[in-house]
């Protein structure tokens, strides 16, 4: 069974940084695409980030792309997301996900692809 679990997340102002980690358990990072999603009160689940390693795939929304970096580190079986230029409407929880699925094109915003989830992490980003 795979575990997926999330770093603290933290309140940062606006144009700060912050990195958020994800530890998995219970199989290989490489095995899996692996992704970020967030949750605004009030909003639906949106994707913001996903990488499958192994096939060299990177996915990012729009809203993100030049500001977030994900990352994989195979070795030490962990998912990172380098948060920059922080804007108030980053504020949300935030999700690591896996996905035994192969996700091409737009399916990797679907959280339904993903399989495993972590618990949330809350993220503010305010003056």
């Known amino acids: 069974q795979v575990q997926l679990i999330e770093s603290e997340g933290g309140s940062v102002q606006p144009g700060g940084s912050l990195t958020l980690s994800c530890a998995v358990s219970?199989?290989?990072?490489?095995?899996?695409?692996l992704g970020w999603f967030r949750q605004a009160p009030g909003k639906r689940r949106e994707g913001v980030a996903t990488?499958?390693?192994?096939?060299?795939?990177?996915y990012y929304a729009d809203s993100v792309k030049g500001r977030f970096t994900i990352s994989d580190d195979s070795a030490k079986n962990t998912l990172y997301l380098q948060m920059s230029s922080l804007k108030p409407e980053d504020t949300a929880m935030y999700y690591c996900?896996?996905?035994?699925?192969?996700?091409?094109?737009?399916?990797?915003?679907?959280?339904?692809?993903?399989?495993?989830w972590g618990q949330g992490t809350q993220v503010a980003v305010s003056s």
């Open positions: 996900a896996a996905s035994d699925h192969v996700l091409l094109g737009a399916n990797w915003g679907n959280q339904y692809e993903y399989n495993y």
């Open positions: 219970g199989d290989t990072t490489s095995n899996y695409f």
């Open positions: 990488t499958y390693t192994t096939g060299r795939m990177t």
